[in-house]
């Protein structure tokens, strides 16, 4: 008897749930010591087991229907997206001359996208500003304000630092809440960067998908310099 009682007392808290775990069917039959069961909340008040259960499904429940609503919400703004990106795809592939292109990319922006500013800037030798949202720079010249935004492989809608944010959204920069900056490549080199700005702050954001802004940028990186050797 005395050696039963050693071995009961030896037992700790891990034996305990190793056991359970081992036999997760334990409390089917024992569905009395189940509701006997009480644990202490942090308020101090004591509940059943089963009523902390059905708290806990009900907190997890809460907690998935939150991650629903974020990711049926997520996807309505990646549809509209896709269908904003579509339609100026659509408009640039069937433009055959420079001033129709700034003029197609200008309405979109204004128009579907609703931006708050927008900016193209093409690398060259020779600088010039084409429009009000266009110019021409040297890669030297841009790296001094963005040199980080530069070097990113894919469009990037973290928030920008004050000198970025100014050089490329210029006097409309205060305006601008959120962004997402598109470079744009063609045969893997650097040729220009767009910037789209809006006054919502969570219009652009690090979690929102970049599969059709990126293809954007890759209609662009084929488009432009076409449009430059006429």
């Known amino acids: 008897m005395k050696e039963v009682k050693g071995k009961i007392n030896k037992l700790v808290a891990s034996d305990i749930e190793n056991y359970l775990v081992e036999h997760p069917d334990f409390f089917q039959a024992r569905g009395e010591l189940l509701e006997s069961l009480a644990l202490t909340q942090d308020d101090g008040n004591t509940v059943s087991l089963v ?65 708050a500013s927008y900016s193209l800037i093409i690398f060259g030798k020779n600088q010039k500003r084409i429009n009000h949202f266009t110019s021409i720079v040297s890669e030297d010249y841009a790296s001094d304000y963005i040199s980080e935004l530069m070097q990113t492989e894919e469009p990037d809608m973290s928030a920008l630092k004050s000198m970025e944010q100014q050089f490329l959204f210029g006097p409309a920069a205060d305006k601008v809440r959120s962004s997402a900056i598109l470079p744009i490549r063609n045969q893997n080199k650097l040729i220009a960067i767009l910037s789209i700005g809006s006054e919502e702050e969570n219009y652009f954001e690090p979690d929102l998908g970049t599969l059709f802004i990126g293809f954007l940028a890759d209609v662009l990186g084929m488009v432009i310099p076409r449009l430059s050797e006429k």
């Not at 429940?61 to 795809?89: H, Q, W």
């Open 51 to 115: 009523e902390r259960q059905i708290k806990n499904l009900r907190e997890q429940n809460g907690i998935m229907k939150t991650k629903l609503r974020d990711l049926i919400t997520a996807a309505e703004r990646n549809n509209k997206i896709f269908d904003k990106c579509r339609s100026l795809v659509m408009k640039l592939i069937s433009t055959d001359d420079s001033r129709e292109f700034f003029s197609v990319v200008e309405k979109s922006f204004k128009h579907e996208f609703k931006s």
